[in-house]
Every structure is written in structure tokens, then in C-alpha cells.
């Protein structure tokens, strides 16, 4: 009868949606597969292409739209969606953060970097590694004192592949302070994990030595470097000269 038969109707277009409904959700679909696949396969700009065009996304597609743009250098537009999730209680919070608080520290924000990075202090995934960023700022903004506080006590947890950079920038901060003993013990460590030929840092290190009277080892520094650009050579030249000099060798201070 006519109620069974509306009946029936009304069931099925409840079960099934509109047709052009279920051509939206099957579309969506299909972009969501896409971008799956290209972004695991590292082909970025496909990747974020697809995501755009998908809406209410959620974290884990935001973070995948963000690094993806990131990845392709579209920077700003990455650390907007980064932005979006690094105050979430979202899983790829902290990491969104990182990446937001190195974009602004790759871009000389360091305000902003070190207040982000700060907060990723205790975080299990970056705490090895936001104390060489947190470091290289406080040496950038010239705060020597305060990197001092923050970087000597943690020295040893810093990431293996960022301590000997740790202990340069240390080095030079007690150099900027005077504090040339200081500077020596770092400047050494530096040297002896360094696999360049920091013609520079040996340069700093020798007048270190000059400045604490020890002589020997400051000739033993100074009288390496020949390679070097001529500020560096004159500088070498001069407090080599100065230290034979203090050893009484006047034969090898006039040379």
C-alpha cells in the first residue's frame, strides 16, 4: 500500500545519501588517497596541492600540509599551519612547534625561536637538541653571560653531533668576557672533536694561551697557521712574534 511504499522510501534515503552527495564523499576520498600516496613517496608539492583542496583538516593532515610546504620552501605558508597545531593537545604538537620555532630562527626571529624553543625543553623528542638553537641565539643576540648559565650545565646532554659547536660557542663567550682560562678549556674540546681546520678558533686559542703567559702553547698554536686570509695571518704573525719575545728567542721574533 501507499504507507509501506513511503515507508520503505523514507529507510532507503536515510540508509543512502543524495547521489550528489555520495560524489562529493567519494571525490574526497579520492584526494585523500592521493595526497597519502605522494606524500609518502617525498613528492611534496603534489602532496600539498591535494591537501588544499581537502577541508576540515584534521592535526595529522595539517602537520602533513605544514611539512610538506615546508619542504618545498614555502615557508611562510608552513609556519601558519604549524602555527594551527602547536598549541593543540594533538600529537604532532611539539613537533609543529620545533619546525615553527626553527622557521623563525632560520629567518632571525630569535624572540620568537627562543620562546618556543624554551617550551620544548623538557619534551622527550627535542630536549637533546633545542639546547644548541636556544645556544647559537643567545651567542647571536651577544648575551654571552647568559649563555654561559644556560649552556655549560647541560653540555654533556646536548646531541653528540652538536657538542663540539657547543663548546666553540662557549669558548668564544668567555673569550668575549675575558675569561681566557675559561675559553682555553672549551676552545681545546672544540679542536679535538672538530675534524676542520678551524684556522680561526686556532688563532683565538693561541692568544688565549698568549694572554695566560703560556708561551709555549701559544707558539705551538700560532705557528700552524699559514693558509689563512690575511687579517688572520697578520694577527697570528704578530702575537707569535710577541710570545718568542717572552721566551727570550729574539732569533724567531724578528723572522
Known amino acids: 500500500n501507499a504507507c509501506a511504499t513511503q515507508s520503505r522510501f523514507l529507510f532507503l534515503m536515510i540508509r543512502r545519501p543524495p547521489r550528489s552527495t555520495r560524489k562529493e564523499s567519494s571525490a574526497a576520498s579520492d584526494v585523500y588517497k592521493r595526497q597519502l600516496i605522494y606524500y609518502r613517496q617525498g613528492k611534496f608539492t603534489e602532496a600539498s596541492n591535494y591537501l588544499l583542496r581537502l577541508k576540515d583538516l584534521s592535526y595529522e593532515l595539517q602537520f602533513k600540509l605544514a611539512y610538506s610546504l615546508f619542504s618545498i620552501d614555502s615557508i611562510q605558508n608552513a609556519k601558519l599551519y604549524f602555527s594551527k597545531i602547536m ?13 615553527y620555532a626553527y622557521i623563525n630562527y632560520s629567518g632571525g626571529f630569535y624572540q620568537s625561536a627562543l620562546a618556543s624553543f624554551k617550551k620544548l625543553l623538557n619534551d622527550d623528542k627535542f630536549k637533546n637538541i633545542v639546547p644548541y638553537y636556544i645556544s647559537q641565539i643567545y651567542f647571536s643576540q651577544k648575551n654571552y653571560n647568559q649563555l654561559i648559565f644556560f649552556a ?7 646531541i653528540a653531533s652538536r657538542k663540539s659547536e657547543i663548546n666553540r660557542l ?31 678558533e686556532h688563532l683565538l686559542l ?17 705557528q700552524n ?9 697578520q694577527y697570528s704573525s704578530y702575537y707569535l712574534g710577541e710570545s718568542y719575545l717572552m721566551k727570550s728567542n729574539f732569533n724567531y721574533a724578528l723572522q
Open 170 to 200: 662557549l669558548a668564544e663567550a668567555y673569550f668575549q668576557l675575558d675569561d681566557f682560562s675559561s675559553s682555553i678549556v672549551h676552545f681545546e674540546s672544540f679542536l679535538q672533536e672538530s675534524l676542520d681546520n678551524n684556522l680561526n
Open 87 to 99: 598549541n593543540s593537545d594533538s600529537k604532532f604538537a611539539s613537533t609543529s612547534r620545533y619546525y
Open 152 to 158: 655549560k650545565p647541560i653540555l654533556e646532554n646536548v
Open 206 to 222: 693561541g692568544y688565549a694561551y698568549y694572554k695566560t703567559l703560556n708561551y709555549d702553547k701559544a707558539i705551538a698554536e700560532l
Open 225 to 233: 697557521i699559514s693558509s689563512a686570509s690575511d687579517s688572520i695571518l
